[in-house]
C-alpha cells in the first residue's frame, strides 16, 4: 500500500506514533488517506455498536497494518519468525490436506443418503409375511 507523494517519496501505511489514542491505527490510515482520524474514531465507534465490527475491524487492521518505523506488521512476524517451526509446518500440511480433500468433494457427486437405511423398523423380520 504505498503511493508516491509530491515531493517523490513513497506514502507508506503505519501505525502512527502522534495522536495515536489506543494502538495507533486511526492516526495511521488517516494520515495515510488525509482525513481527520477523529472522523474514523466515531466510524469505528458507530460500528462497535453493531455486533462489535467497529472492533473487530481494528483488531484486524492493528493486526495486519506495521507499526511507524517497522517494515512487517504483527501478523508478517508471527508467520516469519514461525515458519521453520513444526507447528506451522503442521498447520501448513493440515490446510494444504483439508483444501484438497474439499477440492475432491466439489468435483465427485454426492451419493443419495437414505436417512432410514439402519433404522430397525425399515428392515421386516424373516418370520413377517404379508
Keep these: 500500500m504505498n503511493e508516491i507523494t509530491t515531493n517523490g517519496s513513497v506514502k507508506q501505511l503505519r501505525r502512527r506514533k502522534d495522536g495515536k489514542v489506543i494502538a495507533g491505527v486511526c492516526s495511521g490510515v488517516g494520515h495515510y488517506v488525509g482525513i481527520d482520524p477523529n472522523i474514523l474514531r466515531v466510524g469505528l465507534a458507530i460500528a462497535s455498536l453493531f455486533g462489535g465490527l467497529g472492533v473487530g475491524i481494528y483488531a484486524v487492521a492493528w493486526l495486519l497494518i506495521p507499526d511507524q518505523g517497522k517494515d512487517a ?3 508478517q512476524d508471527l508467520i516469519e519468525n514461525n515458519k ?3 507447528v506451522w ?3 501448513r500440511s493440515k490446510v494444504q490436506e483439508s483444501w484438497s480433500k474439499a477440492m475432491n468433494q466439489q468435483s465427485k457427486p454426492a451419493a443419495p443418503h437414505d436417512p432410514y437405511a439402519h433404522h430397525p423398523y ?5 418370520d413377517d409375511k404379508l
Design 73 to 75: 506488521s504483527i501478523v
Design 122 to 126: 425399515n428392515h421386516p423380520k424373516a
Design 89 to 91: 509446518q503442521d498447520t
Design 84 to 86: 521453520d517451526r513444526p
